[in-house]
């Protein structure tokens, strides 16, 4: 029997990887700018080479590497809409690696991979009302879409954000806060668990806030990135206003260490949360044993 | 289908041959038993072995592989400064001899992990240079074999030549073009005659009732039974005899999970990214910045293994994560087996269902 062995799959790549083959070879960005948000977080603007467009969509992720540390999955902070020559990342100290990203300067060279997995479905979600419930750090790749929806503010009904951090230090782009609550066409709820003795606003966890908030069930698409913990509790909040698990979308947090659906460290039951993920609908989530 | 007859005393020539053109490896005899490693001898050559501690995948997927190298440098004030190069490690033209079955469909698998989806090249340009020789096993390995079980009893579609001891000669299958050339202009092998081919269908006939079957299900049915059984009470009994050791996955042929991190050289401004093997059997494996751990337990972690071997490796690729090869249960140190979990969850589900 005459067979060959080179009858395998193959699939063209959205990666640009300085015109070599290997997909774990990130490229060379330049950091533009460095912003201090608050004590445990910054935000970075990245620049690719030649000023090229990352190409992504709300939800998705880079791998961040500083070669001789390693490299860790950060949701991209920029809309599309606000992403040009360059895109934000906003990243919390909480490691080796984002210890000495913290570290990093206007002009340093980090390595980008990607952008990976599959992103918030946008296009589904015109002509409806947008619910977001973000915990902490989630607000970052939130903004990813709350942007996207503002810059086409036409194209959507309602926008409501409902934003929690553990305490007022920890509140992420405060001026941009300000700007939503400002604006008649978005309706913005902040909460900490544990106010200051200045915080003059809604004290307790994020669910708390779903009492504020009256949707129309047959019309709106709840989006909720957080911590793990959050997502139980909020799921159990937007289904007790009607919405249907497949009008609830959330973002996983699993420890990817390739990005390309290989090294099994992401995997939720049988899916990679690296290529599948890490946008799912909570009906998605439902059928997965080991998800929530 | 070209048959060629390989007399056995051809055989250290036809070794040696190779050995001008290829790298040549295959089972040798070693102080722990058998193992693949370099032929430098043709006389090391085990063409008759029962198993190996580790599969051949030692030579399609390195326990640890550079992926680029790279210098991160920042002179006093300066920016940090990145060059990276990719790295394809251990690309050169290598002849495996006498790959089980078994084995051959554990490569069938990573050939479709690595090429479906994002193409790993890193392992597609190793690939491509290997050439597989198969033997037909014709008598299981030992006690802990259950290959029949799995249906990998028979050579899957990867090889490039395979062999079938017939006593005093070897038939040998060309499967592919490569494995043509490795004939090399037929110099030490005849074409097989109209008796030869009736010969190899009687020894291979003769060889189904030496293996013996294991499981009390067809494996067709695990996907199912492990959907059945995700809640079972045997999780934690096996959860709570296993030590996490990671022995299984490491001897898995079908094991491929890595991790990824980089070694730095003694300057600290330069060095390799590097893969190595991983286990989802370590309590590491799932835990994710902040401190969560998504299988924390080690019920959890046994469960997941069992789960990709019967169920999800399938859903994703097509081919069962089991070749009955029996090495994860030589390995284990308390006695946790795949045909002993997956009977014993049978047993448990038929108690439960009163099927």
Known sequence: ?292 | MSLYILSKERLPQFVKALQGKFRVVGPVVTETGFAFDDITDPAQLQMDYTTTVLPPKKYFLPQREVLFSYRNEKENGGPQRLEMRPVYQDVQPTVIFGVHTCDMNGVMLYDKVFSEGFRDEHYMERREQIYIIGIECLHPCDEASFCKDMGTLTAPPIYDLHMTDAGDHYFVDTGTEKGERLLLDNAYVKMAEKEDIQRLGQVLSAKWPRFRMRLKMSRDQTPSLLTLGYQARLWQELGDRCLACGSCTNVCPTCFCFDVHDENDITMQGGERVRVWDSCQLREFALVAGGHNFRESKASRVRHRLMRKGKYIKQVHGLLGCTGCGRCERACLVNITIPGTLNALHEEMQLESGI
């Open chain 1, 1 to 292: 029997m005459l067979h060959t062995t080179q009858n395998l799959t193959t699939t063209t790549t959205p990666l640009r990887y300085n015109g070599h083959t290997s997909v774990f070879l990130p490229i060379v960005a330049t950091v533009e700018e460095v912003k201090t948000e608050t004590a445990l977080e910054k935000i970075y603007t990245v620049r690719l080479p030649g000023g090229q467009n990352l190409g992504h969509v709300p939800g998705q992720f880079v791998m961040v590497s500083i070669p001789g540390v390693g490299e860790a999955p950060i949701s991209v902070m920029s809309s599309p809409s606000r992403t040009g020559e360059t895109f934000k990342l906003c990243i919390r100290n909480a490691g080796d690696l984002t210890s000495l990203i913290h570290r990093l300067q206007p002009g340093d060279e980090i390595g980008i991979r990607g952008p990976f997995g599959r992103g918030f479905p946008v296009a589904q979600f015109r002509g409806k009302d947008i619910l977001i419930a973000a915990g902490g750090l989630g607000l970052a790749p939130a903004r990813s879409l709350i942007d996207e929806v503002l810059d086409n503010r036409s194209s959507f009904g309602r926008l409501i954000i409902l934003y929690g951090a553990k305490n007022p230090g920890e509140i992420l782009f405060r001026s941009v806060l300000a700007e939503w609550d400002e604006r008649d066409d978005v309706e913005f709820m902040v909460t900490v668990d544990r106010p200051d003795d200045v915080w003059s606003g809604h004290v307790g966890v994020i669910t708390t806030l779903f009492e504020h908030v009256d949707i129309n069930p047959y019309k709106t698409i709840a989006v909720t990135v957080g911590p793990p913990v959050m997502y139980r509790f909020v799921t159990m909040e937007l289904l007790g206003k009607g919405l249907t698990p497949e009008q609830i979308w959330m973002s996983f947090e699993r420890r990817m260490k390739c990005g390309i659906g290989k090294c099994g460290h992401c995997q939720v039951n049988h899916r990679y949360s690296c290529q599948e993920g890490p946008s799912w609908t909570y009906a998605e989530a439902l059928a997965f044993e080991e998800a929530l």
